[in-house]
């Protein structure tokens, strides 16, 4: 089966650094994928992950592990306008296509 | 560059009224184009996708169905909505072949059933 598993909602502290994790069961991996989406708006590409390890994007970096079925979101210097859904979402190389998680609800407080 | 383009943005229909959602996207060719549902607190579910056009594939049983009458245009319609297809419906697109390329996706459409 296909299932992708993320912490429904966190709450960090403007500055902080969060963490979001991303568990994932495919048949079948080509990369994993994270994207922003703030409320009322459509989701925008944030990093993917191909093969083992960490990419880093400025603010945002993202880890892969194959064989353990897991990914995580770093976001370091939280800033207000962080607050925001994060999807993970794997494409199956069996059929190209991306399964998206439920979404992890990230509130950032002062 | 690329461009993606969904209209109307919001949209108030009656229960067994008929549906139809347009995607345009713009700067590339032959791009793979997807219609997702996003249901109120829930994730992105896949509708339909293309790879070509006339070549649409359903991922679940509905009363949607999607035509690409153009290379770069994609609409979702249905014949007699249903309250349950109220949601925020977004287009996306990737480049064509099999690389892990990420998609990007329109601005959506919020349709509400009533």
């Known amino acids: 089966g296909q299932n992708i598993d993320q912490p429904t909602e966190m709450t960090a502290t403007e500055g902080a650094i969060v963490q979001i994790n991303c568990t994932y069961q495919t048949s079948g991996f080509n990369g994993l994928f994270w994207y922003q989406q703030h409320a009322g708006e459509a989701p925008t590409f944030l990093s993917y992950n191909v093969l083992d390890g960490l990419e880093e994007k400025g603010r945002f970096s993202s880890f892969l592990s194959r064989s353990k079925g897991y990914s995580y979101l770093l976001l370091k210097e939280l800033q207000m306008k962080d607050s925001a859904s994060y999807l993970c979402a794997v494409r199956s190389s069996n059929t190209g296509k991306l399964i998206f998680g439920q979404g992890t609800t990230l509130q950032v407080k002062p | 560059s690329q461009t993606i383009h969904q209209w109307p943005a919001t949209l108030v229909q009656p229960v067994g009224s008929p549906l139809s959602l347009e995607c345009t996207v713009e700067g590339t060719s032959n791009p793979n184009l997807y219609w997702y549902r996003q249901a109120a607190g829930r994730g992105l579910q896949l509708l339909f996708y293309?790879?070509?056009?006339?070549?649409i594939s359903s991922e679940v049983p509905q009363n949607l169905s999607a035509s690409r009458p153009q290379d770069r245009q994609f609409i979702l319609s249905s014949k007699k909505l249903l309250l349950s297809d109220s949601g925020f419906y977004l287009c996306?697109?990737?480049?064509?072949?099999?690389?892990?390329?990420?998609?990007?996706f329109g601005p959506g459409t919020r349709l509400t059933v009533t």
């Open positions: 293309s790879v070509g056009i006339g070549q």
């Open positions: 996306a697109w990737s480049p064509a072949g099999t690389n892990p390329y990420e998609q990007y």
